[in-house]
Structures are given as C-alpha cells and as structure tokens.
C-alpha cells in the first residue's frame, strides 16, 4: 500500500523556520517525483516545489522561491521541505504528493498540476503568528 506521511508542522513566529517531512512507503520512494503544495483557508491547493526522482532536480514556485528549500533522503524514503523566514501568509495546511509510474523514474515539470500526482499525505498544519 502506497502511502505519504506528513509531519513537522507547528505554530511558530514570523521570521522563524520549521523543516517538514514526507514519509513515503510502498513504492520505490528515489524513482518518485515528490511535489509540495500548501493550501489556506478559502484558497485553492498552491504548489510551492517539486523534486524528481532519480537525479533530484529542484523545482520551486516564483512566490516563494529564495525562502523554501527542497530536498530527499532516498535511504530514508523521506522528502523535507525546509521554510524559512515565514510569514503570517505562509499559514497553511502543507502537503507532500508523489508522481508514480511503474517501471520508471519520474520527474517534475514545474507546472504543479494537482491531477499529476497519484498519492497524497494528509497535510500537516503550519501557522506563523506576527
């Protein structure tokens, strides 16, 4: 069974940082494509960054690119997503998503389609106070 797991949110000040984590398990974790997207009260699913399987390229979303860090621990199945200098605005729930396609190493294109990515984690919560 196929399944993401995300963790690492939490209430922090603005400015600070916090480091996510996407557990993956059930498939061949360094072959996947793993995108995060955030999603705040009222707005629709915002993809913030991808990384592709196989040679970890990094994709990340022009509205926060320079503050948000992507990486993969492919021994460890996990995908972080590192935040940093948050702002109030950056309160949302977070989600990892994988890209699977049997047989073969999958990678990000940069466009973010919610329609592409064929498992989801359940979100993790980050709110950032003033």
């Known amino acids: 069974e196929v399944q993401l797991v995300d963790s690492g949110g939490g209430l922090v000040q603005a400015g600070g940082s916090l480091r996510l984590s996407c557990a993956g398990s059930g498939f061949r974790f360094e072959d996947a494509a793993i995108g995060w997207f955030r999603q705040a009260p009222g707005k629709e699913r915002e993809g913030l960054s991808c990384?592709?399987?196989?040679?970890?390229?990094?994709y990340y979303a022009d509205s926060v690119k320079g503050r948000l860090t992507v990486s993969s621990d492919d021994a460890k199945k996990t995908s972080y997503l590192h935040l940093n200098s948050l702002k109030p605005e950056d309160t949302a729930v977070y989600y990892c998503?994988?890209?699977?396609?049997?047989?073969?190493?999958?990678?990000?294109?940069?466009?973010?389609?919610?329609?592409?990515?064929?498992?989801w984690g359940q979100g993790t919560q980050v709110t950032v106070s003033e």
């Open positions: 990384i592709s399987g196989g040679d970890g390229s990094t």
């Open positions: 998503a994988a890209v699977l396609r049997p047989g073969r190493r999958t990678h990000c294109d940069g466009t973010y389609d919610l329609s592409d990515y064929d498992f």
